[in-house]
């Protein structure tokens, strides 16, 4: 989504759901836990960059305590925007607190197979097909790997996932499946192929990473030593809280918050120790156990509040964001499924989300759903048109158009109708038939929105990887297959 363009005395809709004062006591309730508490850093190399910065290490425990100025000059260093880059420069997606970027999320481990319609193990063809579809549809900014490609021999996954979508895609891609060093280390080799050098990479990144927290208070070795070979290569890494009310975090929003913040923000910091002013990203999908299962909710009015919460943190600290959204709890594509999706991406976009993550997948990131995919980018482009806001210039006034109709009238053959009727938002797939044929056909929209994808799986066909390069990329995927064998 596109919300950059102000109209004339126009302002883009915000929504803010804490103050000041609430944000500064999160800050110093979060500063006071990773100084007293701490956060565990299971990492000898993350443990070595914290004690040569003067945080107090435990090695036994991995736990690190870290003073509160420490904390505050180290995020200090973290640049406010940057760009996200596509194999396509035309399709670059700049971070600057003024656009909402919607993606795919994952890494769901099942897909509804669009041509059979039964639910089934996911694979690396599953990979390819969802990011042609994602390149196809103009709501999706930037790929999530959002199925894992269970066919494939877990040494070289993560980097044949990345292929495949480099292959069927020219958008930006963000993965969350490269968590240890090793990993780390091919997918910037292959990145920097892509973007014709490390130079070039570290100019126009285009790939990023994400990696989740551990809640409560603690990270897992692997991802935070990958993070650290991403950000010496100037790639961004965001760092994500799921913590979750009333299971990983304390049982209130605000307590979940803190512990949430204290996750992400000492991730983010010891990036900056380690390599000062190198991007990264807030990212967070909270949400509140289900108080009868015990599940990951995604879904409760809990969700939306953490959504405009953490929104209003990451612009305390000047750093952009990425925000769960979609991602329903639904089983299916039905009423559970659009109003969850519906309100949780309304309030991480109007509260000011950089980047939005979720489309296409059920049953809380579980199972993949093309038709989904294409419903979701529905409610996308219904909320992408309100963060436009209300136009006031002349034009959008219509005075002359008021005074030619008159009391009376009607406004459908004037000229100022045919041109100004062009910026009112159009339904693709919602339903606003008559009753008489909505019975004839009552579920059509379903059925239009996966032949949809159906014809873009098959039809649709992104500018190719030049055959070097895509040799090139497979040489990497070979090495780093090897060199895990003999390890």
Request: charged share 20%; with cysteine.
């Amino acid at each position: 989504m596109n919300t950059a363009s102000a109209t004339a005395a126009g302002v883009r809709p915000r929504l803010e759901v804490l103050s000041p004062a609430a944000i500064r006591r999160i800050h110093e309730a979060t500063l006071e836990v990773i100084e007293k508490v701490g956060v565990r850093f299971p990492s000898e190399q993350a443990l070595d960059v914290w004690a040569a910065h003067g945080a107090t290490v435990d090695r036994a425990t991995s736990i690190v305590k870290v003073p509160a100025h420490i904390m505050e000059a180290a995020l200090r260093t973290a640049p406010p925007a940057y760009t996200l880059a596509a194999r396509n420069p035309a399709q670059d997606l700049p971070l600057d607190g003024h656009h909402v970027h919607v993606a795919t999320d994952g890494c769901g481990i099942e897909v509804l197979d669009p041509w059979t319609l039964e639910v089934r193990r996911s694979t690396l063809a599953d990979v390819g097909d969802i990011a042609r579809v994602a390149d196809a549809l103009p709501q999706v900014g930037f790929h999530w790997v959002a199925v894992s490609a269970q066919d494939v021999d877990p040494a070289t996954r993560t980097h044949e996932e990345l292929l495949a979508v480099w292959r069927n895609s020219t958008k930006h891609v963000q993965t969350e499946t490269v968590v240890t060093g090793p990993d780390a280390r091919t997918a910037i080799d292959m990145a920097a192929a892509v973007a014709g050098g490390r130079e070039a990479l570290r100019a126009r990144p285009v790939l990023s990473l994400m990696q989740c927290t551990i809640s409560p208070l603690a990270h897992d070795g692997g991802p935070i030593e990958a993070s650290l070979v991403a950000a010496e290569a100037g790639v961004p890494v965001g760092f994500m809280t799921m913590a979750s009310c009333a299971f990983s975090g304390p049982a209130t929003i605000a307590g979940s918050l803190v512990v949430g913040n204290a996750e992400v923000i000492t991730a983010m910091a010891l990036m900056q120790l380690a390599y000062p002013g190198s991007p990264v990203y807030y990212a967070a999908a909270q949400t509140a156990m289900d108080l009868r299962s015990g599940a990951y909710t995604g879904g409760g009015p809990e969700d939306f509040l953490f959504g405009a919460a953490t929104n209003e943190l990451a612009d305390f600290y000047n750093v952009p964001l990425s925000m769960g959204a979609f991602a329903t709890g639904d089983k299916r594509s039905g009423w559970q499924a659009g109003l969850e999706n519906g309100l949780s991406s309304f309030m991480a976009s109007i509260s000011g989300a950089d980047m939005l993550l979720g489309v296409g997948l059920l049953h809380g990131s579980r199972i993949w759903s093309f038709e989904q995919m294409v419903l979701d980018c529905e409610i996308a482009s219904i909320v992408e048109s309100m963060l436009r806001g209300i136009p006031f210039d002349d034009e959008a006034l219509a005075l002359e158009a008021i005074a030619e109709v008159g009391p009376g009238g009607e406004y459908l053959t004037l000229p100022h109708t045919r041109k100004a009727m062009k910026g009112l938002w159009k339904a693709t797939y919602m339903d606003r038939r008559t009753y008489g044929q909505w019975l004839d056909d009552p579920d059509k929209f379903h059925r239009d929105a996966l032949e949809k994808a159906r014809a873009l799986i098959k039809d649709h066909q992104p500018e190719p990887l030049d055959p070097a390069l895509d040799a090139e990329l497979v040489g990497l995927i070979e090495r780093h297959q090897a060199t895990a064998a003999v390890g």
